[in-house]
């Protein structure tokens, strides 16, 4: 995936704590390389700060 494929692809931002998923950051932590799309993260994802699930992210608007 190209560095401009990676821009466009989505952020969610969880609804409890404001954590916000980038997929152009990458979360090695998590085992979600850079280029992650949030849609195609395990059923189990969590949040890391506050524990929510999927079900309690939204797509977010990015600041640029």
Known sequence: ???DQIQ???W??????????KPERG?????LPKGT?????DADFKCPKCGA???DFALRDKPY
């Open 1 to 3: 995936m190209t560095e």
């Open 8 to 10: 466009e692809l989505d």
């Open 12 to 21: 969610y931002s969880c609804l409890h704590c404001g954590w916000t998923f």
């Open 27 to 31: 979360y090695p932590e998590m085992n």
């Open 37 to 41: 799309d949030f849609n195609t993260v």
């Open 53 to 55: 699930g999927l079900k």
